[in-house]
């Protein structure tokens, strides 16, 4: 089970942290919602929860609730800049379809 991060993505994370001023890392999971089922959810952790489970990629801790963790696993995150626009990127493996706006999947 992994949760891996790409270069771009941890230095893009490290940085935000370092402007909020606190943190100790990503939340990164998945919620029901969307015409597919499924959307991730990111946010940035200031506190551990006892239920989660950690990885760390270079050098940025990614925290993830046991719930998530099945549909998830194997992702590598990745940030990326496209014209005007920037934003995460999700290299999921357990996708199965996603839908036609992209903001959520089924597995």
């Given at each position: 089970m992994a949760i891996t991060l790409t270069e771009k993505a941890a230095k893009h994370i490290s940085r935000y942290i370092d402007r909020r001023g606190n943190g100790i890392g990503l939340r990164f999971g998945v919620r029901t919602t969307g015409c597919s089922g499924l959307a991730y959810k990111l946010e940035?952790?200031?506190?551990?929860e006892a239920e989660d489970i950690v990885f760390e990629s270079h050098g940025v801790k990614v925290f993830v609730d046991p719930k998530s963790l099945s549909y998830i696993d194997g992702t590598e995150l990745d940030f990326a800049r496209e014209g005007l626009n920037?934003?995460?990127k999700f290299h999921n493996p357990n996708v199965k379809d996603e839908c036609g706006c992209g903001e959520s999947f089924t597995i």
């Open positions: 940035y952790v200031d506190q551990m920037e934003g995460f």
